[in-house]
């Protein structure tokens, strides 16, 4: 069984201000790591994935993850944040079962509400 | 392009009553799921598919049904509704090749109230 932790259920910040939003998870086989985000009244969307190869990857709209491997963690972070960032950010993991048999399922995190205050 | 769409967009049913809720896809993915999400839970996968006419249990299945008679189509139904079941209701999809890196793309939701 695997899970997800999200540290902060909110997050309140000031524009230009950098954020962080912490993911810890816990898995027995090895995972690939995501970030999904949730604006007001929509649904979830990809924001970005660690799969594999260097463990920091971007994502096109300036937030980035690190994947730690001995601290089984996969925080978000953004240097500056936008009015527009406001959100609800999701960690999720999907397990590496031999022969692909999790069939992509994902497990959630709780999620984290980003607010940012003008 | 639509991606995944659902309808409906909100409902209120009374204890006991009965629904059917459909997702829809047009961009030809093998897998389905149904997801609700809860406050302070995230998001727990209900029922999935991982082609047309095949279907399995998620992490919390009790109280739902789901068929998947075309590839496009993923229907969740509730045959009693109680109001444990009342959430938000998603469903993705994804391509399906190497499953477990596949981006999902989730449909708008629907809410359902359960009196």
């Known amino acids: 069984a695997q899970s997800v932790t999200q540290l902060d259920s909110q997050v309140p910040v000031f524009e230009e201000a950098p954020v962080e939003l912490r993911c810890n998870y816990s898995?027995?086989?090895?995972?690939?790591l995501f970030w999904y985000v949730q604006y007001p009244n929509q649904g979830l969307q990809l924001l970005l994935k660690y799969l594999s190869g260097s463990t920091l990857v971007e994502s096109i709209n300036g937030f980035e993850a690190e994947f730690n491997k001995s601290q089984t963690s996969f925080h978000l972070r953004k240097p500056s944040v936008h009015i527009s960032d406001t959100a609800e950010y999701f960690c999720a993991v999907s397990d590496l079962r031999a022969g692909g048999t999790s069939y992509g399922k994902l497990t959630f995190g709780q999620g984290t509400i980003l607010t940012v205050h003008p | 392009n639509a991606g995944v769409t659902q309808t409906p967009k909100f409902r209120v049913l009374k204890t006991g009553q009965s629904m059917t809720l459909l997702c829809a896809q047009d961009m030809n993915h093998e897998y389905m799921y149904w997801y609700r999400q809860d406050p302070g839970m995230g998001l727990r996968l209900i029922h999935y598919s991982v082609g047309e006419g095949t279907t399995a249990k998620g992490e919390v299945p009790d109280g739902y049904n789901v068929s998947r008679l075309k590839k496009q189509n993923f229907l969740l139904g509730l045959e009693s509704a109680a109001p444990s079941q009342t959430s938000v209701y998603f469903c993705?999809?994804?391509?399906?090749?190497?499953?477990?890196?596949?981006?999902?793309?989730f449909g708008p939701g629907t809410r359902l109230t359960v009196l």
């Open positions: 898995s027995s086989v090895s995972v690939y």
């Open positions: 993705a999809s994804s391509y399906g090749g190497r499953a477990s890196t596949d981006t999902q793309y």
